[in-house]
């Protein structure tokens, strides 16, 4: 039998994985990390943060600008980091990209009571999206807004709406429970109590509402929410595994202020040794056929004790 978490006894996360490769992965230096590129996998170092959120925002302007008429693409994105949004629509409005055909899917939003969050909510997804990006880009130069897809409590429409446009690129950032989107590890219950789910049953998963880890709630709280954790929510919608592998790329931006030294570390080498655990989500990557790590190198920082 798995060890029990260290952190919510009643959920799987990355403390019960084989000690081995926690251990290993504390050990890896920043540049053992760039060494643990393979073919389908690639780790990147930006030096500055300014080339970090660049390089991000690029992203969304050259899979847009790939767009036509005859064959409409777009890409998912997060919210965490949003550095990189107001430099999107910047660099849309410069260029003159029109994006008539192009298309936005955002990973995720809150739910509360049952529902989606509304843009009223103080931590809504969609408006964050919004007031950041697609509100700053000039009037004619903006998507349809049925091009923009903001996932609801009621999922069929925007799962339907990944059969309308190709995914170039699913962007994202790494939560400390090991997660992309909400996609948390599952509670430990009914057949998955004595091991998670098998890597190839949660793969199946598509977009849905989720129970959201403990450890996921306290980081919004500390990261949005001044650290307020009743306000919140426990529940949110995400797009899941399923849509994930219909994009052609995931590419997952870690600065060092979401995730800790030893999440980054962990994460990247389950991914490079194949290790698929669903007890710590981002490692199911290791089976999507082209992933990369983009990583602010002075945001790594070393998993050594240090008192303060």
Known sequence: ??????????????????????????????????GLSRPGFTVVFYDTLEDFFLAEALEYVTAWQQAKEEEPCGICGPIGPTEQLPLVARLVNELEIDLRHAH????????????????????SFARADMDLCFNRIRPELR???????????????????????????????????????????????????????????YRQLPTRVVDLHPMTMIQNART??????????????????????????????????????????????????????SSVPMS???DHPNVQFNFYRHGIGTCEAEMH
């Not at 923009?148 to 429970?177: D, N």
């Not at 001044?226 to 592998?245: H, K, L, R």
Request: charged residues 25%; contains cysteine.
């Open 1 to 34: 039998m798995r060890p029990i978490s260290k952190i919510a006894p009643g959920w799987w996360d990355y403390t019960t994985l084989d000690r081995k490769i926690l251990d290993e992965a504390a050990r890896l230096t920043a540049d053992d990390l760039l």
């Open 224 to 277: 949005s929410g001044g650290g307020v954790v009743q306000n919140v929510p426990d529940q949110a919608i995400t797009v899941g595994p399923a849509e994930t592998w219909q994009a052609e790329k995931v590419s997952i931006w870690q600065a060092g202020m979401h995730d800790n030294p030893f999440g980054m570390r962990l994460t990247t080498l389950m991914i490079s040794k194949k290790i698929a655990d």
């Open 143 to 201: 998507m349809p807004p049925e091009n923009l897809h903001f996932p609801k409590a009621e999922t069929t429409e925007y799962i339907e709406s990944w059969s309308q446009a190709r995914c170039l690129i699913m962007q994202g950032g790494q939560g400390e429970v090991k997660h992309w989107a909400f996609n948390d590890p599952p509670k430990r219950e009914g057949e998955y109590v004595d091991e998670p789910p098998p890597p190839e049953v």
């Open 284 to 286: 199911l990557l290791a």
């Open 104 to 123: 936005f899917w955002a990973m995720d939003e809150w739910v509360v009571d049952g529902k989606e969050a509304g843009m009223d909510f103080h931590l």
